[in-house]
């Protein structure tokens, strides 16, 4: 059974760091493209970032949000079938449950996209 699973969540003051994982068990996803998304109360679940498998693409892309570029840094170690999420300069807005998510599809920043998803992992930002 494929598990994905996150943690790394918690509460900071803005301004402050935390450092998302997402281990993936079941199935090796070295060849899959990894995402985080996340979502606020009463808001849609949002793209944040991927990064693409530089096995199976001709470079490891790395995509962000806008929102998150500069402050984010997606990473990942295939041979942990594990991916990161770095975030530093954290804002209220940041707030929200963060999910990872795998897929072998082309798009990387549609829901729509990804075959498996974690359960979440609440970020709290306080002002």
């Known amino acids: 059974q494929v598990q994905l699973v996150e943690s790394g969540g918690g509460l900071v003051q803005a301004g402050g760091s935390l450092r998302l994982s997402c281990a993936a068990s079941?199935?090796?996803?070295?060849?899959?493209?990894l995402g985080w998304f996340r979502q606020a109360p009463g808001k849609e679940r949002e793209f944040v970032a991927a990064?693409?498998?530089?096995?199976?693409?001709?470079?490891?892309?790395?995509d962000y949000a806008d929102s998150v570029k500069g402050r984010f840094t997606i990473s990942r170690d295939n041979a942990k079938n594990t991916v990161y999420l770095q975030m530093n300069s954290l804002k209220p807005e940041d707030t929200a449950v963060y999910y990872c998510?795998?897929?072998?599809?082309?798009?990387?920043?549609?829901?729509?996209?990804?075959?498996?998803w974690g359960q979440g992992t609440q970020v709290t930002v306080s002002s």
């Open positions: 079941g199935r090796t996803f070295s060849g899959h493209s």
């Open positions: 990064i693409r498998s530089a096995i199976r693409w001709t470079s490891g892309t790395i």
């Open positions: 998510a795998a897929t072998n599809r082309v798009g990387i920043r549609q829901l729509g996209s990804y075959d498996y």
